[in-house]
């Protein structure tokens, strides 16, 4: 299982860049942790649940009624100027010319 | 006002005069310019900030005026707020996390941020992106936090700064937050008192998430009975969590000083395995004798799935962060990469502005939710989580609480675990079983190693039990100052 780790793969799924240096260190490290974790194949786990929350959650509902929240005036005031421009975060071009 | 201060003797002193309060404020200010130029727990501090919180602080509050060390994962509206990372530098929230308003409307003020592993990702808070670039951040040591007792020692993690602000004298009172042990791990380093609350009894509206499946903020305090008077505070249901659960909060400080006779304590022998610190393990006997005189009896019970409890935890928490970190992209928050295209813009803004640990986590997360590897890694942890939360529903059918060790070491000292990422891990073995359950767990003082090191017990109770690890940590507290 663990030579199956592909880190280019990996960094790419996760957006994010690592140097040559980096990814070679970054790669060991998660080969050991990955092996490490191997230690849950020995459990038998066929009938059991899967676990995502631990207390009994019920939906919540309410009424739809407008009430004051963040104000864009403020979050904006608050980021740096090129990030934004009227109420809309301002990213790098997306579409190529 | 050189002795100890209780919440309770510094709201005394106060009493609800605003004079008095800048008093302690100022009081607290210059132990923070004496001490933590050795010990670096503090981010941010700002001496006109703290000011224009306590302005915030409601003046009829039960608490008026206690100074609160928050953990730099907190949203706190005007306060930088980074998680100890530089991709969040510069990120003042517009709104306070609901404990925050909470410590307001009870009188309390934020006084300054703690420092933190980057993105609570450590146990020694060694990974804190402002280790050696404090003057970014006002910060008054140029290194990692220390741990006050011994300042070639590292404090834990990964609520590092705040438990070496309490122990330290800096702060009188600090929040963490523990994903796997954050705040216990720490609490026990520096000698301090601990709480992670049971999942959902306090709001975590405004934290920046981890492992939002395992998160929960919790009080670190020098004494049991400020432990109680801090959950009070920040606990209840809160609208804006959909997972805190909507159950009376009673007055923790009630059960306070209640006997113990007729009390079951489980020791769980897995506990004990190879590895552990014989300093820690004499610790938890003298423990143990010190319950049995207080009338508990102890017995030896058995959490058999305890050793799985790290690679589950190392599975299903890296998860949850990678998802979780996915937000910091440039677009929003902090720091972003000059590119020209948004595509570079993400990979390269993630690439300058998160650290290598913050690094393997999210890889790690992203590996184990990707397609083909999802089944065999995530859900099987997922099904393994199970099976810890059955060790315990098991044991507390024989007994009230579960008495163990905090961490199995003592604190270590810098770069001992730094490049050795399970070595590190491991020192959470203990106390990630109560965050896969979602139960409550209290680290408290136990004493002293040979050398002078801390050694914190964990009790551990039943979901929404905090009341008799209360009554438990206070009683042990107690008897053990006797000694």
């Not at chain 2, 000011?51 to 409601?58: E, F, N, P, Q």
């Not at chain 2, 810098?414 to 959470?428: C, T, V």
């Amino acid at each position: 299982m663990e030579n199956e780790f592909n880190i280019d793969a990996i960094s790419k799924l996760a957006r994010m860049n690592l140097s040559g240096e980096e990814s070679e260190s970054l790669r060991e490290d998660l080969r050991n942790i990955l092996s490490y974790v191997n230690m849950l194949s020995e459990l038998d786990l066929e009938d059991i649940e899967p676990t995502s929350h631990v207390v009994e959650i019920e939906n919540v509902f309410r009424d739809d009624v407008v009430r004051e929240s963040h104000t864009a005036d403020k979050l904006f005031g608050l980021i740096s100027d090129e990030k934004y421009e009227g109420y809309f975060f301002k990213v790098p071009k997306i579409i190529e010319e | 006002m050189e002795k100890f201060l209780s919440v309770k003797e510094i709201v005394g002193y106060i009493s609800s005069d605003k004079n008095k309060a800048l008093d302690v404020a100022s009081y607290f200010a210059g132990k923070v310019k004496e001490i933590d130029p050795a010990v670096g727990a503090v981010l941010h501090f700002d001496e006109i900030k703290y000011r224009v919180s306590l302005d915030k602080a409601a003046t009829d509050g039960k608490y008026y005026g206690l100074p609160v060390g928050v953990k730099d994962n907190i949203s706190t509206d005007g306060w930088e707020t980074t998680c100890a990372s530089n991709i969040l530098t510069g990120y003042i929230p517009p709104y306070d996390a609901t404990v925050i308003e909470k410590i307001y409307e009870n009188g309390g003020y934020v006084f300054t941020k703690c420092d933190m592993d980057e993105f609570a990702f450590g146990s020694s808070s060694e990974t804190s992106a402002y280790n050696g670039r404090a003057f970014k951040q006002k910060k008054f040591k140029d290194g990692p936090v220390a741990n006050p007792v011994n300042t070639e020692y590292v404090p834990g993690g990964s609520s590092g700064g705040s438990a070496a602000a309490v122990a330290a004298g800096e702060v009188p009172v600090a929040l963490g937050s523990d994903t796997g042990g954050s705040i216990r791990q720490p609490a026990s380093f520096c000698g301090v008192v601990g709480l992670k609350p049971t999942y959902g009894r306090v709001s975590r509206y405004g934290l920046i998430p981890f492992g939002s499946s395992l998160d929960q903020i919790g009080p670190i305090t020098k004494s049991v009975e400020d432990a109680a008077v801090m959950l009070e505070i920040i606990a209840g249901y809160d609208e804006k969590d959909s997972t805190s659960v909507n159950i009376p909060v009673p007055d923790y400080t009630d059960c306070l000083g209640r006997g113990l006779k007729g009390m079951k304590i489980g020791v769980p022998k897995e506990y004990f395995s190879d590895g552990i610190s014989n300093d820690v393990v004499d610790r938890v006997k003298e423990a143990v004798e010190i319950f049995k005189k207080l009338g508990v009896e102890v017995l030896e019970i058995s959490l058999p799935h305890t050793k799985y409890a790290v690679p589950i935890y190392y599975v299903i928490a890296t998860a949850e962060a990678s998802s979780n970190l996915a937000r910091f992209d440039g677009v929003q928050y902090g720091y972003r990469s000059g590119d020209k295209s948004l595509s570079d813009m993400y990979f390269n803004t993630r690439e300058a502005g998160f650290g290598k640990e913050a690094k393997r986590r999210i890889l790690l997360g992203t590996f184990v939710l990707s397609s083909g590897y999802y089944d065999a890694y995530y859900k099987r942890a997922q099904k393994a989580r199970t099976l810890i939360i059955k060790d315990f529903k098991e044991a507390f059918k024989v007994c009230d609480i579960i008495l163990t060790p905090t961490s199995p070491t003592l604190s270590f000292k810098f770069g001992e675990k730094e490049n050795d990422p399970i070595a590190m891990y491991l020192s959470d073995v203990f106390t990630i079983p109560a965050n896969l359950a979602g139960i409550p767990a209290i680290s408290v003082p136990a004493g002293l190693s040979k050398d002078g090191l801390p050694v914190g017990v964990q009790i551990m109770a039943p979901h929404f039990k905090e009341e008799v690890i209360f009554q438990t940590a206070y009683a042990f507290e107690t008897e053990l100052k006797k000694r």
